[in-house]
């Protein structure tokens, strides 16, 4: 099933954040319909860095790649803003679309961007916006490739040119709206209120960010579509990385640390290690 066709349905789509191959298979294994490739999980697991713009087209989209060379889950794909201007941002949906992804989110903070929960962010104009959502639209090859235009202006222009903003996107021709950080429930509603029925919305859920965090049946009872939550993994493996290392690094062996961990044969079945063996042996050829 597509995206498209999936945001047809009255339940809130779930995306959970990825950044490679095995939390993509380990993300579908537990029953997603759609996972979400983050550029600031891309920058902290790749680059070891902080989301504020360093990651590049050519290392999203390989990583997009590779995940869709492992699981037909749909995936959202964060374009940033596009990585330039508007012909930029038609050339991402391009390469974008080649990598396998189902939907490209892109946003109207100027560049180098940063995380939409970081403070100090700035915004390029709503009219150079439109020109990138439409220019994008043009672009796209399958009308199944979805844009959802974000907006970061709650933080920097306040509630009602963020919710302007968001207006005009969806006049140029967004498929989504994520209407970024919102403050409070408040908010939430006010929002949900005025794109009823019009468009779907994405909430963002960031542990420890500006949004108060909620669930998915909250969320859907608000008037969102699509909840992300597209850094908690790698908080979650952040964390239990640290504590590996510093057991290893204290006690000189994994014995410790062996309940928290899978062990050889564990990852091999959780990989599928034996029917990836099992298929290439059907191409063997004896001579």
């Known amino acids: 099933m597509s995206l498209k066709v999936r945001l047809q349905k009255q339940d809130i789509l779930v995306a959970p954040g990825v950044y490679d ?9 537990a029953g997603f319909e759609a996972l ?3 550029g600031a999980a891309v920058a902290y697991t790749r680059l070891g860095r902080p989301d504020i713009g360093l990651s590049t087209c050519s290392e999203m989209a390989d990583t997009m790649a590779l995940i869709a060379d492992r699981t ?4 959202i794909i964060d374009a940033d803003t596009g990585f330039g201007n508007a012909l930029n941002a038609q050339r991402t949906m391009r390469i974008y679309e080649r990598a396998g992804a189902a939907a490209l989110q892109v946003e109207d ?9 970081l403070a100090d962010k700035t915004l390029i104009s709503t009219s150079e916006m ?21 907006t970061d202006a709650i933080a920097v222009e306040g509630f009602s040119a963020a919710v302007d903003r968001a207006e005009a996107f969806l006049e140029a021709g967004a498929d989504v709206l994520f209407i970024e950080a919102p403050q409070d429930r408040e908010q939430m509603q006010a929002m949900s209120k005025y794109f009823a029925g019009r468009i779907p919305l994405l909430a963002n859920m960031v542990e420890g960010g500006e949004t ?3 669930g998915a049946e909250d969320l ?13 993994i790698v908080r979650a493996l952040a964390k239990t990385a640290q504590e590996y290392y510093r057991s290893l690094h204290t006690n000189g062996s994994n014995q410790p640390f062996a309940d928290h961990m899978f062990d050889f044969k564990g990852l091999n079945d959780v990989i599928g290690t034996a029917d990836m063996l099992k298929k290439g042996a059907q191409y063997d050829r004896k001579r």
Do not use: N, W
């Open 109 to 117: 903070q100027s560049y180098p961007k940063r995380c939409g929960h």
């Open 212 to 214: 108060p965090i909620t």
């Open 130 to 150: 439109v020109g990138k959502v439409a220019a994008m639209a043009d672009a796209r090859t399958s009308s199944e490739t979805l844009i959802i235009a974000r």
């Open 36 to 38: 979400y490739l983050s």
């Open 21 to 29: 191959g095995l939390t993509a298979s380990l993300a579908t294994e």
């Open 220 to 232: 859907q009872s608000l008037g969102f579509s699509i909840a992300i939550f597209p850094g908690g």
């Open 72 to 75: 037909d889950t749909p995936v």
